[in-house]
Structures are given as structure tokens and as C-alpha cells.
């Protein structure tokens, strides 16, 4: 296709609608309004229109829903940034795209925020019950839910929200039923008394992932315990507390300190209970005093001891962690006043010998940061070994792949040490565990009572009362199932049929076991098909030191506060192009700042390309594909070099950032985008070109023009992906594309079009090299940027082709051409630098650079200064009291300033001599 463009607005016209500064404000909300309006974000309007392939493999990603109770941080910044990148990239590559967004309900966050709101009314969830409690947490996410949706249009984001999703949906919630009923029949799912991981605060049992260890100084308490036959032995704790629930001591069978003792009986302090003496080989005779206390209700180790000796299993706590009646006079009491008032009884009783501080790993809960307690527990489970066996196969096998593939290892680490899984938690809001309990304590997994009650007239042989388990699920069991019930599983939709498995899920490598490997074993085995092709694992965002951010150091970035003040586009730039996959990545102002730069840049590159288009008629060419149209080339012949090398470079760019993404190097392709536009587009072409625009004849500057703009253009959209707004805005003020129903978001991707050109990045990268070089010298020498010097280019073999690009040399380096003389060979004339560089010598004669009597006067004061330096820095390390009192990184920074000072010194001294 091929077509003259009369544009509506002439390029003078769209260059005026161009403000002289980008801002990011005045676009954004306005431009994502329109794209989403015009359901750029849906599959169905890429078909309608006939951009995407009908026989391409889509392209799917699931958005790793955000708590609805959150609002937008780092970490949704950057999944979104990344994952809105990919979809743009696929989406312009003409495959079936989709982005499906939604919520998660966040059963344990969600409902703590909903109780704390209620608190400062003096009402508490139990006062309220259960039905109106859940009812309020539905009017308050009903309020808030909208709020992360809004957050996240304003990152740009490209996803179909015609297709949002909630996990407490009805049709999300029939698959969390289907899926239980599934696990439950098939022996999977399992009820038991073990031991759980207990928030006192939730009043929940939560997940082994859901505990979070942090190092505390803690007190280490050595103690005596009482022996029926008369004496002690020493055992130590970092939870006195727990005496109050031990039914053994044990040692090492080994230890000969203590075999004697096994088989004998010893006394619980202050309850006087008799316990065992056992031998187990889990004791570490070497730590604390080799005894120990045995709590098998309140420690996973001796809850592993306690099964295998049978001992008794007590429980001392309450859900709220104060003591229970199991505590004897410490009953009612909460844990951590037990702990005291237990220790100074003993010490009244002589049995306290010594409190040691000791450092030690202690668990908190994710959500509230409460100190764990293990407790015994009647609860749900799964048994995951069946279940992660597939799993590891489907990563070993290939049928997914990690990214980086360094995680693999830690996967199947996990995965083959994998413990069952605690799913059921004491909360109101999530979904319900869809069992119903008989008389006898039968349980019927059922879809709703009526059905599990025809199960329980096929069991009794008649009606009975049933009682719903109060629990609700973990919320990782709904998000678990979220790449397919999103998509209308169980039921056989054609959006399952035609997006399922998804493409990649992209995430942070801190939930590869909270929630990927739970989707891959559960899509494995509710769908019979791997969820995802890929896992593309980003990095934890960190302050410029390396430090975590967190409200606590007031190093914490806010992405709303970033996008204010710098734009989406550069904040998403940022966070794409400044880490690597799996790695952390240090975050600051300043290189959002630099980010926002790298937009006003463009910008202005593209306000001074369409200026430069007034009077001009363009020619759109293409081929039969609308969404493929871009500015003709003019013929070969009419191209000057910096013409044939941008065009080049441009093809070159175009393929490696392609093959960059592919490969899921994101960031790098970014960078090298950055260095293509910044560096050799905007600081060299466009400088080169000035000469022909302005200098040059007519047939020259057209020809010129319709490579920058052809440039410019193809740049645009393969920084549409990082940066959609300041380029969509661009492109839809470059005359003659926004037509035809075309928008940057659903233009092609740039392919190489066979520009490469070896001789022109030659001949154009030594005529950078010769500019390089005098800039460099002008800048040593404080040339005043407007002064033209002269030159003596002595360039052998490419004395032509400084001759034929004089102008541009000329230009980029500030040299006057009328004395400015360039053959194959020259003798180097007095006075004067001399530069050997690009295969030439060039001589810049000094007198027409400085005054070189004043420039002499200038380099002895400066020489004069660096000797008072140097002298008092010599004068410091020869100081017997610095040099043997003084930190040892103090010496050595004043040893390398005493070497840089010198240095320094010796580089004037050469360009006087010159002089």
C-alpha cells in the first residue's frame, strides 16, 4: 500500500498542539480513557478489526490479583509494568492477547482492616455475628474495590477489564467448591488434631509460608527439674511458659551423662505432674545442658518426639494465647505474663539457676506480625506429595520453564520436601468449607447443604440435623485455581477452550511457594494441563543503599506519589530496564528522574522532526496490513551517510531488542532502546541532519526529513511496550498515521527491513570517533562552545571521506571549515595537539584554540595549587599520630587522593610542555 497523506492539521498546526515540555499529567488519564473506550484492551476488538492473527497461538497472562484491601505499591508496580510491557509487545505482534485483571478477597488481611474499623466503634465481629460481620466486609469492599482498579489505569495498564474478576465471584466460588468436593472425594483432603502454626491475633491457624522468622535477642532460661527419686537436672528454654505442657524429658541414648536416668520419672515444676524420662536420638547432647524438655502441644520437634514415644499431647492455650485450665494456677493469664510469674515462682521454689540473652529465630504472622504459637489444632488438610509430584515432572520436563532458571532448584527443593498443607483458617470472611457434619460427626462435602444432605439420608437412612463447618478456606486455595476459574472452569467455556493454559505468569520470586507452585499442582490436576508455559520471576524492590523499604527506615516510595510527580511512563521505564530477572533492584528519585528525562527527550526529538515537516508532502507505504503503514524511504541514491548509518543502526536496534525480548531479557532491551534514542538518534543524527536541513538543497532536505520521521516513528513503537503514553501521544500528532483507525497500541511491531549497512557504520563511526576525540580536547582546554577552531586532518586512506562529510565534521565539532585542511598526509605542525584516532592524525593548532599566553599563566596557577595539595597531603602521611591513629580506610583515602593529585599534576605539566 501506498498513499499521499493531505493531513487534517498540517505539520506546522501539530506542531504548536505540541507543548514545548512533555507533560505527563495533561496525557495520561485522557489517553487511557480513550484506548480503553475504543476496547483497545480486548481480544475481541484486535479481531474485529482484524489485527490479530486468527491462527496465531494467543497470547494470555492472569494478573496476579492485588488484596482489595491494598492500595498500589512497588511491588504491583512493578508486576504491572512488566506484565503490561509483555501483553503491548504480543499485542502489536498481531497474536489473540489477553490481560485478565481482578481481586483477591485476602480472607485474613481483609477481615483484620474490616474488625480494627469496627473497633473504633466498640463493636466487635462476635457481637455482630457471623452474617452481618460478612456483610459488612462486602459493603466496605464494594467501597474500596474500585480504589486498586483505578491505582492501576493509572500504570497504563492494557488489561481487559471487561473480564475482571474477584475470587469470592459466584462463578470463582464454584470452582473453589468443585475443587474441594474434587480432593476430598478422591482421599486428598483430610481432617486431623496436629500441630498448627496459631495466630493469636487472627485467631487462626495459618500456613508454614505465612510465618515469617526475624532474628530477636531473647532470654534463655536454665532451670531444675524435679526427679521423683530425689535431685535435678538442668534443662534450658526460651519459653518457660511451655513447662506447664511437657509429658517428657529426653536425652541422647548416647549420653553418658544422662543414661542412667532413662526409665525414671521426673516432676513438672510447680504442677508436680510425673512425665517420663525418654532416650531419642533428635537430642543435641551439646546444646544447652544435653537435657531436654519434651511440649510435643506446643513445639513441631517435640511434637515429632511425642509421636513416636505415644506420649500424651496437651494442649496449655487458648485461641487468644492466654493459658487454659491445663496451666493449673496459671490459668487465664496470657502467655507471656504466664511466662513471668511461672519464672518467679520458680525462683521462689530454688529451682531458676541462671537467664541468659540469646539471639534466636522467632515467627511472626505475615499478616499482623504477631508471635506465632504452635499449637494443637483439629483442622483441614491436604496432602501435597501426590500433588507436587506432577508438578516437579511438568518443570523437569520442560513444560514450564522458570525464569531465570536458577529458581528451578530452589523449586524442586521445596517441592520434594513438601509437608501438607493447613487449609482451613478460624475466619468469616472467604469462602466457607462446603462441609456439613452429622449427628455422629460425619462429615459430607457437598455443594450446598441440600445436596449434602441427600448424602446424609443415603448414609443415616433419614433426614438429620447438619452443621456446616464454621472454618472458611486459605485464601492461596481460591488463588490457586486462578489461571482457570477466571476463565470459566469447571465449566467448559470458549474462553477456557481458546486462552487456556495462559502464556506466562509473572510475579516475585518471594511467592514461587505461596501461590505458583500451588497453581501449577492444582491446574495440573483440576485441568489435567500445566497452568502456564512460563513463570518469569522479578526481583524485591530496595532503597538506592540496598535496603528493604518499609514505612518503619521512611524509605518506602510511594508509585502514586512517582507517577505524579514524573509520569507512569517513566516510573514503569525504571522499574522494567533497572533489574534483571530474579534479581533486586535499588529504586530511587533519581532514576525516575532520569526516566522522565529520557520522555522530555523524545519529546522534544519529535516536536523538532515535525517542524521540520512544514511544506513536506509524505508518502505512508506498507503493505496490504493497515496496522503495518510507516513513511516511505526515499530512494538509496538520495541518502546521505548519516542517513544510510541511522537507518542501520535503526535495523540493527530493531532485531537485537526483539531478540532481547524473546529471550525475556526486558531490561536490557529497554537499555539498548534508551542508548539508540538518547545516544545515536537524538545527539547524533538529528545534529547530523541540521546540516543537510539546513544547508542543503531541497531534493537533500526531503530526503533527510523522511528519515527522521521514518526513525522516529519505527522508534516509537518499539518503545510503545516500555513508555505507551509520551509515544502514542507522539505518534498520534505525526501527520497522516492516526487514520484508518490506526493508534500506536495496536500498530505492528517493527521488523528488519534489510537496512544494514557495514560501510556506513564504518565510515560514520570514524567521523564519531574524530568528533569525540576534538570535543574532548576543547573541553581540557575550556573552548568556548561557540568558538569554531581549526584543524589539520592528515586521514590517509579516508581522506575522501572527511573530505565529503566536512560539513557534518564540521558542525559536530565546532571546527571552521575554511581552515580546516584535510589530505592523505600532513606534517605536523608546531604548537599543536595532536590526536592519532579513526586510522587519521588530527592536529588542532593551539593558537586557534587559546590564548596561549594567558592559557599558560592559567595551567602554572592550577599546577601552583596542586603542589600546596599534594605538599599537605604528604605532610599528613609522614605524621607518625595520624598515620598509627587513624581509621585504616582514612589512610587509604587520603593515599589515593595523594595519587589522584599527583596524577593530575603530571597531566598539566605535559599540556604545558605543549604549550
Known amino acids: 500500500m501506498s498513499e499521499t497523506t493531505q493531513t487534517e492539521r498540517t505539520p506546522a498546526d501539530t506542531a504548536t498542539a505540541m507543548p514545548k515540555t512533555y507533560d505527563h499529567l495533561a496525557v495520561e488519564g485522557e489517553l487511557y480513557a480513550w484506548w480503553e473506550q475504543n476496547g483497545y484492551f480486548t481480544p475481541e476488538k484486535q479481531a474485529a478489526l482484524g489485527q490479530s492473527d486468527p491462527n496465531a497461538a494467543p497470547f494470555v497472562i492472569s494478573m496476579p490479583p492485588p488484596n482489595v484491601t491494598g492500595a498500589l505499591h512497588l511491588g504491583h508496580a512493578i508486576t504491572n509494568s512488566i506484565e503490561d510491557m509483555l501483553i503491548r509487545y504480543h499485542r502489536m505482534l498481531g497474536r489473540p492477547t489477553l490481560w485478565v485483571p481482578g481481586t483477591d478477597h485476602a480472607g485474613i488481611a481483609t477481615q483484620n482492616v474490616v474488625e480494627r474499623i469496627l473497633e473504633t466503634q466498640g463493636v466487635t465481629r462476635h457481637q455482630l455475628g457471623r452474617e452481618a460481620f460478612v456483610r459488612e466486609v462486602w459493603d466496605w469492599k464494594d467501597e474500596y474495590h474500585a480504589r486498586i482498579s483505578l491505582q492501576q489505569r493509572r500504570m497504563g495498564i492494557s488489561t481487559d477489564w471487561t473480564r475482571e474478576r474477584f475470587t469470592l465471584d459466584d462463578g470463582l466460588s464454584d470452582a473453589v467448591l468443585h475443587t474441594f468436593i474434587q480432593l476430598f472425594n478422591e482421599g486428598l483432603i483430610y481432617r486431623a488434631n496436629y500441630l498448627v502454626n496459631w495466630c493469636p491475633r487472627c485467631t487462626s491457624a495459618i500456613s508454614d509460608l505465612e510465618v515469617e522468622y526475624e532474628e530477636v535477642t531473647g532470654k534463655f532460661y536454665t532451670f531444675r527439674y524435679p526427679l521423683q527419686d530425689g535431685g535435678f537436672v538442668e534443662v534450658s528454654t526460651t519459653r518457660p511458659e511451655t513447662i506447664l505442657g511437657d509429658t517428657a524429658l529426653a536425652v541422647h541414648p548416647d549420653d553418658e551423662r544422662y543414661r542412667h536416668l532413662v526409665g525414671k520419672t521426673a516432676l513438672v515444676p510447680m504442677l508436680n505432674r510425673p512425665i517420663p524420662i525418654i532416650a531419642d536420638a533428635y537430642v543435641d547432647p551439646s546444646f544447652g545442658t544435653g537435657a531436654l524438655k519434651v511440649t510435643p502441644g506446643h513445639d513441631p520437634n517435640d511434637y515429632e518426639i511425642g509421636k513416636r514415644h505415644h506420649l500424651p499431647m496437651i494442649n496449655i492455650m487458648n485461641r487468644d494465647a492466654s493459658l487454659n485450665d491445663e496451666a493449673g494456677p496459671y490459668a487465664g493469664l496470657d502467655r507471656f505474663d504466664a511466662r513471668e510469674r511461672l519464672w518467679a515462682d520458680m525462683e521462689a521454689a530454688g529451682l531458676a539457676v541462671r537467664v541468659e540473652e540469646r539471639v534466636h529465630q ?3 504472622c505475615q499478616r499482623c506480625h504477631t508471635i506465632v504459637e504452635p499449637l494443637l489444632s483439629e483442622q483441614w488438610w491436604v496432602k501435597m506429595k501426590p500433588l507436587a509430584e506432577p508438578a516437579i515432572e511438568a518443570v523437569r520436563s520442560g513444560a514450564i520453564q522458570i525464569i531465570p532458571q536458577r529458581f528451578e532448584r530452589t523449586y524442586y527443593h521445596w517441592m520434594e520436601n513438601i509437608r501438607d498443607w493447613t487449609i482451613s483458617r478460624q475466619l468469616w470472611w472467604g469462602h466457607r468449607i462446603p462441609v456439613w457434619y452429622g449427628p455422629d460427626g460425619h462429615a459430607f462435602a457437598a455443594h450446598n447443604e441440600s445436596e449434602a444432605q441427600e448424602a446424609a439420608i443415603a448414609y443415616y437412612g433419614e433426614a438429620v440435623h447438619l452443621e456446616q463447618d464454621p472454618d472458611v478456606l486459605d485464601t492461596w486455595f481460591s488463588s490457586g485455581l486462578w489461571p482457570f476459574s477466571t476463565l470459566g472452569w469447571p465449566e467448559q467455556t470458549d474462553d477456557l477452550e ?5 502464556t506466562v505468569l509473572e510475579t516475585g520470586y518471594d511467592i514461587l511457594f505461596f501461590w505458583v507452585a500451588r497453581m501449577i499442582m492444582l491446574g495440573l490436576k483440576c485441568t489435567g494441563s500445566v497452568p502456564f508455559r512460563y513463570v518469569y520471576l522479578h526481583g524485591l524492590m530496595r532503597d538506592a543503599e540496598g535496603r528493604k523499604m518499609s514505612k518503619s527506615l521512611g524509605n518506602a516510595l510511594d508509585p502514586l506519589d512517582l507517577i505524579s510527580d514524573y509520569g507512569s511512563d517513566a516510573l514503569r521505564f525504571t522499574l522494567i530496564t533497572g533489574g534483571t530477572p530474579g534479581n533486586d533492584m535499588k529504586l530511587s ?16 526529538a519529535a516536536r523538532f522532526v515535525i517542524m521540520n515537516l512544514q511544506d513536506r508532502t509524505l508518502t505512508l507505504d506498507g503493505d496490504a496490513d493497515r496496522f503495518n503503514v510507516s513513511y516511505a524511504l526515499p530512494d538509496r541514491d538520495q541518502l546521505s551517510l548519516a542517513d544510510r548509518w541511522i537507518l542501520s543502526r535503526l535495523d540493527a536496534v530493531t532485531a537485537d531488542v526483539t531478540r532481547l525480548i524473546q529471550s525475556w531479557q526486558l531490561g536490557e532491551a529497554g537499555r539498548q532502546l534508551y542508548e539508540f534514542l538518547w545516544n545515536e538518534y537524538c545527539d547524533w543524527y538529528i ?12 531534493a537533500e532536505a526531503q530526503a533527510t526529513c523522511q528519515v527522521l520521521v521514518y526513525g522516529l516513528e519505527q522508534s516509537l513503537r518499539l518503545l510503545h511496550p516500555y513508555m505507551p503514553f509520551v509515544t502514542e501521544t507522539i505518534w498520534q500528532n505525526l501527520p497522516g498515521l492516526a487514520q484508518d483507525g490506526r493508534a500506536l497500541i495496536i500498530s505492528r511491531w517493527p521488523s528488519s527491513r534489510g537496512l544494514a549497512d557495514a560501510s556506513a557504520d564504518d565510515a560514520f563511526g570514524r ?7 576534538i570535543r574532548t580536547v576543547r573541553s581540557e582546554y575550556n573552548v568556548e562552545p561557540a568558538r569554531r577552531i581549526a584543524a589539520q586532518i592528515s586521514a590517509g586512506d579516508y581522506a575522501a571521506l572527511f573530505q565529503d562529510n566536512l560539513p557534518i565534521l564540521a558542525s559536530l565539532a565546532r571546527l571552521n571549515p575554511a581552515q580546516t585542511t584535510i589530505a592523505a598526509g600532513l606534517p605536523a605542525p608546531d604548537k599543536a595537539v595532536t590526536l592519532a584516532v579513526a586510522g587519521s592524525t588530527v592536529y588542532l593548532p593551539l593558537a586557534g584554540m587559546v590564548d596561549l599566553e594567558a592559557e599558560r599563566s592559567r ?27 587513624a581509621p585504616a580506610e582514612v589512610i587509604e583515602r587520603e593515599r589515593a587522593k595523594q595519587a589522584e593529585l599527583q596524577a593530575k599534576r603530571s597531566q598539566l605539566l605535559e599540556r604545558l610542555a605543549t604549550l
Open 362 to 364: 522467632v515467627g511472626h
Open 498 to 502: 481458546t486462552y487456556y493454559p495462559t
Open 589 to 604: 528519585t533519581t532514576r525516575v528522574e532520569a526516566s522522565r528525562n529520557f520522555a522530555n527527550k523524545i519529546w522534544n
Open 687 to 698: 545534529e547530523a541532519a541540521k546540516v543537510r536541513l539546513y544547508d542543503g538543497t531541497e
Open 767 to 773: 567521523i564519531q570517533e574524530v568528533v569525540r576525540a
Open 859 to 885: 595551567l602554572q596557577k592550577e599546577i601552583d595549587n596542586l603542589d600546596k595539595q599534594i605538599q599537605r597531603a604528604a605532610g599528613l602521611l609522614a605524621n607518625p599520630g595520624f598515620v598509627n591513629k
